[in-house]
């Protein structure tokens, strides 16, 4: 979904956590070879950079330009642009190896704005059959740094939810439980069961009024004449969080659902 993330994609990206490298090894020891992997919506490239220390070439794709000229080089993954025009035919020759050739697909905080089963076509089509492993996974807004935060910060988040302005925002928000995932269980999670899992992102508030200024729901509420960080907002923020030079660690709430195909 180009253009989501585009306007200010250098500050998304310094805002995400970094997805936990043992995340990486437990899906490499459920497929069964390691030859190829694709990294669907990649971004800059942070979980195929992850990926790559366990499979030999990882072919990484997204539709938005922008992020992909923010990919980060590795000998073992390629970037490609894949427009949303591209056809079901032209993805699957894209990635490389041909139809029951991918040993992984990964698709790191995206899915959800996916053309959903166009995307799973080209999953079943391109996952090796039998042992290929599919798995996707996002976090919300849901974050933990405190009590007295923790509180401030559920409050800000349902004065955000009418903001949204993607229907896909729902998956998400509801933690996919509500996200199709038309796969056979592997063990971390199942359709309409995601496994729920923990990340960690250090970080000054500053470096956190930077992340809610970028969030989408809170540039569609200014554009409405409702500003969501008014600076009594942000002062509350602020002395919940400590003061504005403290540095803090805060923990997503993350979910994930992988499989293997029917």
Do not use: C
């Not at 990206?13 to 970094?18: C, E, G, H, Q, V």
């Not at 166009?118 to 974050?143: C, T």
């Not at 992102?201 to 200024?213: A, Q, V």
């Amino acid at each position: 979904m180009s253009g989501v993330y585009d306007n200010q994609a250098d500050i998304y990206l310094d805002a995400r956590p970094t997805y936990p490298s043992d995340w990486y090894s437990k899906l490499a020891a459920l497929s069964h070879r390691h030859n190829l992997a694709w990294d669907a919506g990649t971004g800059n490239g942070q979980a195929a950079i992850g990926i790559a220390e366990h499979y030999d070439r990882v072919v990484a794709t997204d539709v938005s330009e922008t992020m992909l000229n923010l990919g980060k080089p590795h000998p073992k993954v390629t970037y490609h642009h894949t427009p949303s025009s591209m056809t079901e035919d032209e993805m699957v020759n894209l990635i490389g190896g041909g139809e029951s050739s991918v040993d992984l697909i990964t698709v790191a905080t995206a899915v959800h704005w996916f053309d959903l089963p166009r995307f799973y076509a080209v999953a079943n089509r391109l996952l090796r059959k039998p042992g290929g492993i599919i798995a996707v996974w996002s976090y919300n807004n849901d974050m933990v740094v405190s009590p007295e935060f923790d509180s401030l910060m559920a409050r800000f988040n349902a004065e955000t939810l009418p903001y949204f302005k993607f229907s896909e925002s729902q998956y998400f928000l509801d933690g996919y439980k509500t996200l199709p995932f038309p796969f056979e269980s592997v063990g971390l999670g199942s359709e309409g069961k995601p496994i729920e899992l923990e990340m960690k992102k250090t970080m000054s508030f500053e470096g956190l009024l930077r992340i809610l200024r970028s969030w989408s729901a809170v540039g569609a509420a200014k554009e409405k004449g409702v500003d969501l960080l008014s600076d009594n907002i942000v002062k509350e923020l602020e002395t919940a969080w400590g003061g504005s030079e403290l540095v803090r660690t805060i923990v997503y709430k993350t979910f994930m659902l992988a499989g293997t195909v029917r």
